[in-house]
């Protein structure tokens, strides 16, 4: 072979393969320009993404016009800081203003929102170059990210498996070296579980740590947006980018938004990290408990002390959990109606209307849960269900609350399994339900949670959750940091080439 | 808990959802499978457990002061819709 293409792949593959922060300080140092990464990127996507289903829209222009204008600030030393120029990805959730937005749904196909997300704003004030909108499970319901009307996404690792869901083209395009970090959602586990499948870092914030201005909404008590990149110093660096209080949101928190860098690199010493017995009762396939004992191993060693803490009512998680996010759902997706945006479908008069719009512009899994929420609300139920959930959720938090009595954090499993194959579980919604038993109950009781890389199992990643104390965002990276420079960032993944 | 086609004919209307005849009968079985599962709740005892109507008490819903600001322009607010006539949305016949 000739060495001048080979080198050139080299080089090539070498600044895709940077993290954020090394990235930064390449560009700092005039070393490389945003519009050169950017290219590399958007080819990248085109070399790839046909196989891997990670975007389901590629803005070139855009970005490249992004990326000069970074240069250029750059040039007369008006950069604005570490994310100047750095190429990143949204999922199809967030609003974009002049660029499409579905939420993987055909009922929004076409839909060009009149303004950003907050957090696509704070991105772009902070000179990020935004490359396109990720592949999600429709309205971010789902697992697997099969539930897209569009396309179904694939894992970097195993192109036959799922990337996890909702957000899995969140995170296949960060673990496939497509972008260097990107935002997701999480409302019962979305950034967490497709992180832990696809090998890279994702942070579930507190609820009211980050704006959901502009964010689609699923379940309104649950949803948060959040950062996924390859290492816990890219996520702490995206985190805080897109946290802070914000008006337009009034379940925004007005406290003050601490640097997450700082003292990530303290160590794990000293700290307490709480096992949950009922985490630890064979309901994870033994590989991934393998992986998961060996990083708590790992914090021992580091002067970590493990502390046995009990979540007695974590088994009725998914129960509150389809409860009470199907019933907010239900309300939030009555909007879609065929007035004011999104798609409209032929019927006699206003009603049937409607009728036909909702049933041809929805999937099935947003109908099955439109229908499982209209039911708990409707005349007669409500106490039985949303109301008895809503209890539940109560007594989940007082689990969490009484265990922050005596660790730090909490550490388990991120799922039960890694990454399962294409299909596998699609025909049967309780079994996809079932897979986000453990990362549920921080979305009921809005606490923190993070998925961090903890290893491979029959060659796929798995993922270590960390839950922390409401706000305490900064223990779980200073924690997910220490287990990173132990095993390090899962490897890069061979299916994609 | 069997849902009966019927029931989910009734919610499906309350939802406004205009299902095909073979969705009503697989939803009826999904929706009773679900059901079944999420009855497991009723082994607890919420008794004075207050339900979770804040996700964080003492964070959020701050009031702020009711000012005149600048909004979406009707051009913009229309650009989406499917139909519209002037500044309005176009719908449907109302009232036969």
């Known amino acids: ?497 | 808990m069997a849902l009966s086609t019927e029931e989910v004919r009734h919610i499906a209307s309350l939802a406004r959802l205009q299902l095909e005849p073979e969705e009503e009968a697989r939803l009826a079985g999904e929706l009773s499978a679900i059901l079944d599962y999420v009855r497991q709740l009723e082994e607890l005892d919420v008794a004075g457990v207050e339900p979770m109507t804040h996700a964080l008490a003492g964070e959020g819903t701050p009031l702020r002061e009711d000012e005149v600001k600048e909004s979406l322009s009707p051009q913009q607010a229309l650009a989406n819709a499917p139909a519209r006539e002037g500044t309005c949305f176009r719908v449907p016949r109302i009232i036969e």
């Open chain 1, 1 to 497: 072979m000739l060495p001048g293409p080979e080198d050139h792949r080299v080089s090539e593959a070498g600044l895709l393969e940077l993290s954020i922060g090394e990235l930064a300080a390449k560009l700092a140092r005039r070393e490389a320009a945003s519009e050169e990464v950017t290219r590399l990127a958007l080819a990248r996507i085109e070399a790839t993404d046909g196989r891997l289903g990670a975007f389901l829209r590629v803005t070139p222009e855009r970005a490249l016009e992004e990326a000069r204008a970074s240069d250029r600030r750059r040039s007369r030393g008006e950069a604005r800081g570490p994310l100047d120029g750095v190429p990143l990805a949204l999922k199809d959730i967030l609003l974009t203003e002049g660029v499409e937005t579905t939420a993987g749904s055909r009922i929004l196909r076409g839909f060009i929102p009149p303004y950003d997300a907050a957090v696509a704003e704070r991105l772009r004030a902070a000179g990020a170059v935004t490359l396109g909108k990720l592949n999600m499970d429709e309205f971010a319901m789902g697992s697997s990210t099969e539930n897209s009307a569009y396309r179904p996404c694939r894992n970097p690792h195993d192109l036959g498996r799922t990337p996890g869901g909702s957000s899995g083209g969140s995170a296949a395009a960060v673990a496939a070296r497509q972008a260097f970090g990107s935002l997701g959602t999480d409302t019962g586990g979305s950034i967490r579980q497709p992180a832990g499948f696809c090998g890279v870092v994702g942070v579930k914030p507190t609820y009211g740590r980050v704006s959901r201005y502009g964010v689609i909404a699923f379940a309104s008590s649950l949803d948060q947006v959040g950062p996924m990149a390859r290492t816990v110093g890219d996520a702490a660096l995206l985190l805080g980018a897109i946290a802070g209080h914000d008006p337009r949101d009034m379940t925004s928190s007005e406290r003050p938004v601490p640097d997450y860098r700082e003292g990530i690199e303290s160590g794990v010493a000293g700290l307490r990290v709480g096992v949950p017995r009922e985490w630890f009762q064979g309901g994870a396939d033994a590989g991934v408990e393998g992986r998961v004992r060996e990083a708590l191993a790992t914090f021992e060693r580091l002067g970590a002390r493990l502390v046995e803490v009990e979540l007695p009512h974590a088994k009725y998680g998914i129960a509150a959990y389809y409860l009470v996010a199907t019933a907010e759902a239900s309300s939030n997706l009555a909007r879609y109606d065929g007035v004011r945006f999104g798609l409209r479908a032929e019927g006699k008069g206003l009603r049937e209307m409607y009728g036909h719009t909702r049933d041809q512009g929805f999937g099935p899994e947003p109908k099955r849960r439109i229908m499982l929420g209209t039911y708990a609300l409707s005349a007669g139920y409500y106490d039985a269900y949303y109301l008895r959930a809503q209890k539940v959720r109560t007594l989940v938090r007082r689990d969490f609350d009484r265990a922050f009595e005596s660790c730090d954090l909490v550490a388990g499993p991120v799922s039960p399994t890694v990454a399962f194959p294409l299909g596998e579980k699609i025909s049967d919604p309780l079994q996809m339900y079932l897979a986000d038993v453990y990362t549920i109950g921080c979305n009921l009781a809005a606490l923190p949670g993070l998925s961090v890389p903890a290893g491979m199992h029959a060659g796929l990643p798995v993922g270590l959750q960390l839950i922390g104390r409401a706000f305490d965002e900064s223990t779980l990276l200073r924690a997910a940091r220490a287990l990173e420079r132990e095993v390090g960032p899962a490897p890069a993944p061979r299916a994609i080439g």
